[in-house]
């Protein structure tokens, strides 16, 4: 559904990357090869994202901003630590598969909660409307029923659980492009590029060599474009961006 025939790579030398598909209900097992790049490409983001969040924390002006540096920098951080801590207990220690399988959901779990912290900057700092006011808190409410929904059937309904993440995705950027402010919004929107384009690999386990880690770096560019927007129209200070803009 996701890849046309052309993306399948089983009968081809590079078949040795890889695993074959599983049916919807079963979760696909990396090869060595898949495993190790899986812990790579999130395990060498994590020190610049812990970098990059404790850099917005110091050049926070108020408490709003210091708030929301912190909340942006724990979902960042914890993405990539998450991600990494998961796929290297699944590669290392498989024996350990009620640990492992509590990290799954956890990992899953904590995509609502990295999308909801990525927004958190733009509703608490950017002025908006009364009614997209309440975005602010409504984002964390998605966060909270995703979490619920991946506890209660983890692994069970994949294409609603994909469904579930685009929606939360792309619900509160109609709040962001509606502010009078629109300076940051390119590189949202590419940002958001980087994330779909990511979904392709995402569901393309056992048809894509390493398809899950090309996956990881979508997330890890798109992650990376929309610190740089916050950064810079959030936190940089305007006689600096000036400086930047030029």
Known sequence: MFTPRLLNFQKTKYARFMNHRVPAHKRYQPTEYEHAANCATHAFWIIPSILGSSNLYFLSDDDWETISAWIYGFGLCGLFVVSTVFHTISWKKSHLRMVEHCLHMFDRMVIYFFIAASYAPWLNLRELGPWASHMRWLVWI???????????????????????????????????LSMPNTDGI????????????????????????????????????????HYYAIWRYLYLPSTLQAKVSK
């Open 142 to 176: 998605m966060a909270s029923v995703g979490t619920i929904y991946v506890f209660f059937f983890h692994e069970r309904y994949k294409l609603l659980e994909l469904l579930c993440y685009i929606v939360m995705g792309f619900f509160p950027a109609l709040v962001i």
């Open 186 to 225: 390119w590189e949202l929107m590419t940002g958001g590029v980087f994330y779909c384009l990511g979904m392709v690999f995402f569901k393309s386990d056992g048809r894509i060599p390493f398809a899950h880690a090309i996956w990881h770096l979508f997330v890890a560019f798109g992650a990376g474009t």
